[in-house]
């Protein structure tokens, strides 16, 4: 940037002034797919659900949130949409009811005991209570719905991601792509990480192609977990 003596005021109260850049459209590589329904596993309270409404206006719908304080939010924010169905369930290989490990920050709660090493990094996620939860497959969860090719999955699942493809098999078949929250350092105990979840993928025919919303270690630069971006060849 050349001289700018407004950045150079800035500068001594320890900022920087950057130029804006316009934050790509994170659907833009789904839009040329004619989604027409959008599986939204991992829901929270909605926020990747009204992006995704936002982004297909016409599409329908369909969350799963296991934990009664975020779902009752997710379904009040849909509040008339019609195209909207919302599922209080986690999904998972097989049908249970679990105890979820519900973290203070709501995004961080998952079925798998939170690693040490989320704990350091995050620690405003650390506390925890318990909370039961029904648990179910994804083909089950589906069977009765009209599902078309035009059909994108999205996953956010904090380390659940592997058990919730094995309980959906027949579904991701039908899938024409896939938006999974991947880890490349163990945040939950047993979880699997990029490759484990890559390899999984390629055997169901889809092509990993790009990522956003990556999420790095600020000390070191490591990546810790990405939105992986999975198409079927």
Do not use: W
Not at 33 to 43: C, L, Q, V
Not at 67 to 75: A, G, H, M, N, P
Not at 139 to 144: E, P, V
Request: proline letters at 3%; hydrophobic letters at 35%.
């Amino acid at each position: 940037m050349p001289h700018n003596p407004l950045r150079k005021h800035i500068r001594k109260f320890g900022f920087d002034l950057h130029r804006y850049r316009h934050e790509v459209d994170h659907f833009v590589q789904f839009k040329a797919m004619n989604i027409s329904t959008i599986i939204d596993i991992g829901a929270n309270e909605g926020q990747f659900a009204h992006d995704a409404r936002a982004a297909f206006p016409q599409a329908q719908i369909i969350s799963f949130e296991p934990i009664k304080e975020c779902f009752d939010k997710l379904t009040a924010s849909f509040t008339g949409d019609t195209q909207f169905k919302a599922h209080n369930m986690a999904l998972g290989e097989a049908e249970s009811s679990l105890s979820m490990n519900k973290s203070s920050y709501t995004q961080s709660s998952s079925l798998l005991p939170m690693a040490d090493k989320h704990k350091e990094l995050f620690p405003h996620t650390k506390d925890q209570t318990q909370e039961m939860v029904v648990v179910k497959r994804l083909d089950d969860a589906m069977r009765k719905e009209n599902l078309t090719t035009g059909l994108l999955i999205k996953i956010d699942v904090q380390g659940y991601e592997d058990k919730v493809i094995d309980g959906g098999i027949e579904t991701f078949g039908k899938a024409r792509a896939a938006l999974i929250e991947t880890s490349f350092s163990a945040l939950y105990e047993g979880q699997p990480l990029f490759d484990d979840i890559y390899k999984k993928m390629l055997t169901l025919g889809f092509s990993y192609r790009s990522s956003f919303h990556q999420k790095k270690d600020k000390k070191t630069g490591e990546i810790l977990f990405e939105d992986s971006i999975f198409v079927r060849d």
